[in-house]
């Protein structure tokens, strides 16, 4: 019977895998045009703020799908996503600045990011899809709320964690590390810890082993590349089996569960890709080749947490695209407002009427908006609808099986057979009952 | 096969004890109904076997597995299908995905071909799709596959619940109340459909109903719980004579047109029902009064 | 059938272990503290990890109540505490302190009025239309989004209005009495630890005693049935939006009188311990609220006792982590099964 089932699949399966070949041709263009623009967006675009403005907002955009995900799919609700971008932010730093120390320090070279980059993404990924295992396991026992609230703790854990381990008065690592273990209270391994952390740089941020500064080895090539791949398997995976059976699980546990969906395999394997596609975007952020050659702990704060939920219930969340849009979106508006900010007539206006802070204008703003749409559009402006969705689940008419290649022994097939037979008196209610002449549905076989 | 087995099973919630020590066993390809008035702790057991509760003492197995440990999702993984007293459909879903989220279990694609769209990964989508449209074709809600899931009809919303249950291809078939709010005509159909599907898929059907024309047309072994305690078991026959059961029955003020119904409506159209059906059936019109 | 009681008894015992192992374990934590820093310092730190804590509580109670009728997380809380604090920095800095005494209660007053108009306000305005939405997917994310999206208005309304400067409030009262066993405590101290468990004691009568009380407690525990029973829900639910909006306001004149400053993101900072504190003792839960808040208040103080020196929030939420996993429902908190 699997041969016959194999054949029966392996028709229409060519037929589904139809466009990938147009899928082939898009991803070699998709491929030709980040190489352009790695080696051609100095040309094009001179002015180094507005490039940092696109790459930002390319990372912005996998914050928001790596969010969309917990919050929109599986329909968790994290608060603390800044937290898993601020690791891999992190990570990717430090990485990235001891690989580029151990390669002979130097030019940032496009040939040298095939190394650092990918060694870089991956243990940011590695690091924060870890964490991200950590806070999904509570969900085992935690329902709703209070998982928001381990994620908004994580997050916050992370953030004061680093921003408040400070090296003493011209205390060097190695003269911390030198008292371990003869401070009282504190255990040498926590001590070690501390010093560990302590190294990060604080509240003043991150720069490389010996503070020079991080060598920023993402360039467009990784940033809108990378933004283009996560994006494409995003939307794979919401259209896969699996997103479908994120989307039940989201509506009714129970009943997920009864048909075997695991609620706690599902919901931790989303927290951990979610986790993953924060981590590679921290990373990114990290080496974006336009942006500061730092890393800060308050880049990574609850405001930030704040962003990418705007950015997933904007666009809709549920919807890839959406966050997309979001993404991109809310990067841009803070920007215009920074760029706005700094503008003659505003530092004028400022000067005249010195409480006004445009940032916290802007955030009143956000939340305005944000509780209108929840009163009025809880779903966002796409809901779970997609910009471009020509991707059907499945054709409307499915092709009746060609009696051609009759599958006499295939367990699947024989139901539809005999079909027709019980499912009359379901429809046609009592008054011919028994209708069922052709009742050996073992010979229904197609003719 | 395997048959399911429960022994000594207790439940309390708080003080009240919803079931107390219950015993039954199911033989494999059985129809089986489990009756009672309201409150008698049917669903409750039925949330026991499926792991949604977790009994005090006792012990339930099907075939070989223990169901104690197993959360709810392994326990379909053993292959017992439910339905739900109050329809649990997934609401933002169509009728087709609602059938779809049912089969993950027997998927052979995992995440990594969602996510690079391997040739597994279409060949389980195209083949989920079929047994999902076939299923559908069975319970004859086809035309609506692309409708939301609540658009359907209150009858129909709870065949699609059964047809969900069907598609993690179950060896043993939990059904609550599925003719609630079934007009004659449909509960006559559903009686059909329960014993074609029995015959159809080798399957063991375990039935919770308050419709005695269900009740007493279809099942070949009752059940009788009140209070969460056993006061009868055997033949629909003897069952409904049972005095305990009369007591229990017509203790309570409403459910007496109900044991007309069992009384009367079941011989007269069962019968003719029964007649012309399949072999399998020869059994329960053996057993009809 | 014998073996019921049995089970039950078992599970039980599996509790009552846990409870005694963690209380144990506190105790020798606590001893371990206790001799590394001498009773003195140890008698001023439980005092002032007392009042801290009652504090807390105050706003932790709060966060509970509106979480015990509306099932919802009030982000927005902890922004009206902070508007509490400003409305009492203005009304001290309008009549002065020539009479401590006077200032003080009137003080209290208006703040309770302002913030619990304030939190009538936010209730009818963002939450009330999000009341009755039936079952789905986005049922549960909306009010969330909803709350937090208040939280950060008012907070940067209150950046945008009031300036991010930090203001200082004038000292009310000044000069310290002698306790005996502890030594010398701020004055203030001891009036913030009487008030705030006045106020809680106050709270539990209205909560136990009066028809309103009963009133919010049904409605807590069934929407549906409550309402049947002619509870009029929009009414209660405002009611325990300005109950709660005014122990926050109490809590937050107590605060400035303890800590003297005032500033936008200071409901983020307590707020969000209060926060803790609430669900650490079992959000819905106001005993659990009340134990939480005094909880987190001793051991913010402890923690300050040893060589830890970053910000006491992490060991904060290190702890409530840890609660939860061991009681997801948090220490008096009790878990509700869906029926199926």
């Known amino acids: 019977m699997m041969p016959a089932s194999g054949k029966g699949v392996a028709s229409v399966g060519k037929k589904a895998r139809e466009p990938s070949k147009r899928g082939w041709a898009f991803a070699a263009a998709a491929l030709v045009v980040v190489v352009v623009l790695e080696l051609g967006l100095e040309r094009m675009i001179p002015d180094s703020s507005i490039r940092q403005l696109l790459m930002l907002a390319a990372c912005n955009v996998l914050v928001a799908l790596s969010l969309n995900v917990i919050n929109g799919m599986a329909g968790q609700f994290s608060i603390g996503h800044a937290g898993f971008v601020g690791l891999g932010a992190y990570t990717s730093a430090v990485v990235s600045a001891h690989l580029h120390e151990a390669m002979g320090g130097g030019e940032v070279t496009f040939a040298k990011s095939f190394v650092v980059v990918p060694i870089a993404l991956l243990a940011s990924a590695v690091v924060a899809g870890t964490f991200g295992y950590l806070v999904g396991l509570p969900s085992l026992r935690l329902k709703g709320d209070y998982l928001a609230i381990v994620t908004l703790g994580f997050a916050e854990i992370f953030r004061l964690l680093i921003a408040t381990a400070q090296l003493g008065e011209k205390e060097t690592i190695g003269e911390a590390a030198a008292k371990i273990g003869k401070d009282g209270v504190v255990g040498p391994f926590f001590h070690m810890l501390q010093v560990g952390i302590t190294s990060l740089g604080g509240q003043n941020g991150y720069a490389g082993p010996k503070n020079q500064g991080l060598p920023l080895y993402a360039g467009p090539f990784w940033v809108f590349g990378l933004a283009l791949v996560l994006g494409v398997l995003a939307y794979r995976l919401k259209f896969s089996g699996w997103g479908r059976a994120l989307r039940a699980l989201r509506e009714d546990e129970i009943a997920a569960a009864a048909v075997g969906v695991d609620p706690t395999r599902y919901k931790v394997r989303s927290f951990v890709i979610a986790a993953v596609g924060a981590g590679i975007a921290g990373g990114l952020m990290a080496m974006n080749r336009d942006g ?55 530092q004028d206006l400022k000067s005249s009427v010195p409480w006004l802070d445009l940032n916290a204008l802007r955030m009143m703003l956000y939340a305005a908006v944000l509780i209108a749409l929840m009163i009025w559009r809880p779903e966002g402006l796409l809901g779970e609808r997609e910009l471009f969705q020509k991707q059907k689940l499945r054709p409307l008419k499915l092709p009746k099986p060609s009696p051609d290649h009759p599958k006499p022994d295939e367990p699947d097939r024989a139901p539809a057979a005999a079909a027709n037979e019980p499912a009359k008196p379901v429809v046609a209610a009592a008054d011919e009952p028994a209708k069922s002449d052709g009742d050996e549905p073992e010979k229904g076989a197609p003719p | 096969m395997s048959d399911l087995v429960l022994e000594g099973v207790s439940k309390s919630f708080g003080g009240l004890r919803a079931v107390a020590d219950v015993s039954f066993s199911v033989k494999a390809g059985r129809i089986f109904g489990l009756i009672g008035p309201n409150g008698a702790g049917k669903t409750t057991v039925f949330n026991l076997v499926t792991g949604v509760y977790k009994h005090d003492v006792g012990s339930i197995r099907f075939g070989s597995t223990n169901l104690l440990p197993l959360a709810p999702a392994k326990v379909a993984e053993v292959g017992i299908a439910r339905t739900f007293q109050n329809i649990r459909l997934f609401t933002q879903l169509t009728v087709l995905e609602n059938l779809l989220v049912a089969c993950e279990l027997q998927k052979r694609a995992h995440l990594a071909a969602a996510f690079f769209r391997t040739k597994v990964h279409y060949e389980d989508e195209e083949l989920m799709h079929h047994r999902a449209m076939e299923l559908l074709e069975v319970f004859g809600l086809q035309d609506a596959a692309d409708e939301p899931s609540t658009s359907l009809p209150y009858g129909n919303q709870r065949r699609l619940e059964i047809a969900r249950a069907m598609m993690l291809k179950p060896k043993l078939l939990l059904l609550d109340e599925p003719a609630a709010g079934m007009n004659y005509g449909e509960a006559e159909g559903l009686k059909t459909q329960i014993r074609w599907l029995r015959d159809k898929f080798d399957l063991t ?52 047109d109900d044991d007309d119904e069992a009384g009367k409506a079941p011989p007269g159209a069962e019968a003719k029902k029964t007649g012309p059906a399949s072999t399998a059936t020869a059994k329960d019109a053996g057993s009809e009064p | 059938m014998v073996a019921v009681p049995d089970n039950q008894a078992a599970g039980a015992s599996r509790a009552r272990l846990l409870r005694l192992g963690a209380m144990a374990l506190g105790l020798l934590l606590f001893i371990y503290v206790a001799r590394s820093v001498g009773p003195q310092k140890l008698g001023e730190t439980l005092v002032t990890g007392l009042t801290q804590g009652a504090m807390i509580a105050l706003v932790a109670l709060g966060y509970t109540m509106v979480y015990g009728v509306l099932k919802l997380i009030n982000f927005a809380h902890s922004e009206v505490f902070m508007m509490g604090a400003y409305v009492g920095v203005f009304v001290l800095g309008a009549i002065g302190i020539a009479n401590p005494l006077l200032s003080f209660v009137c003080t209290i007053v208006v703040a309770i009025i302002g913030s619990s108009l304030l939190g009538i306000t936010v209730e009818r305005i963002a939450y009330r239309p999000l009341r009755g939405r039936g079952r789905g997917a986005l049922v549960r994310v909306t009010p969330l989004v909803t709350a937090l999206g208040v939280s950060v208005l008012l907070q940067n309304a209150a950046q945008l209005f009031f300036s991010a400067r930090y203001r200082s409030y004038p000292q009310l009262i000044t000069g310290s009495m002698d306790i005996p066993g502890v030594g010398p405590v701020g004055k203030s101290r001891v009036i913030i630890l009487v008030v705030a468990v006045l106020v809680m004691i106050g709270l539990e009568l209205i909560v136990k005693k009066t028809w309103f009380g009963k009133a919010m407690r049904a409605l807590s525990s069934n929407e549906e049935a409550a309402r ?99 009681r997801p429902a948090g220490l008096l908190g009790s878990n509700r099964a869906e029926k199926v």
């Open chain 1, 292 to 346: 500061t050659p730092t890393v800060q702990p308050d880049n990574y704060n609850f405001q930030a947490s704040f962003d990418a939920i705007t950015m997933v219930i904007l666009g809709g969340s549920g919807s890839v695209t959406g966050a997309a849009i979001g993404g991109v979106l809310i990067t841009f508006t803070v920007k215009a407002i920074e760029a706005v900010q700094s503008t003659r007539v505003v």
């Open chain 3, 228 to 326: 049947l029973m002619g509870v009029r829900t929009s009414w209660v639910i405002s009611s325990t939006f300005a109950l709660g909006s005014s122990l926050a306001a109490v809590g937050a004149v107590l605060f400035c009188i303890d800590q003297s400053s005032v500033y936008p993101t200071m409901g983020t900072a307590i707020g969000t311990r209060a926060f803790v504190a609430a669900v650490l003792g079992g959000i819905g839960s106001i005993p659990g609220a009340m134990l939480g808040g005094l909880l987190l208040g001793v051991l913010g103080e402890l923690v300050k006792l040893s060589s830890y020196s970053g910000s006491i929030d992490a060991p904060v939420f290190v702890v409530l982590i840890a609660v939860l996993l061991v």
């Open chain 2, 205 to 256: 059907v375990v039935l919770v109903e308050h419709n005695m024309q269900v009740v007493m047309g279809v099942c070949e072994e009752i059940h009788v719980l009140d209070h969460g305690e056993t006061i009868a078991h055997g033949t629909p026959a003897e069952v409904q004579n049972h005095p305990k059961v009369l007591a229990a029955y017509l203790g309570g003020d409403d459910d007496d």
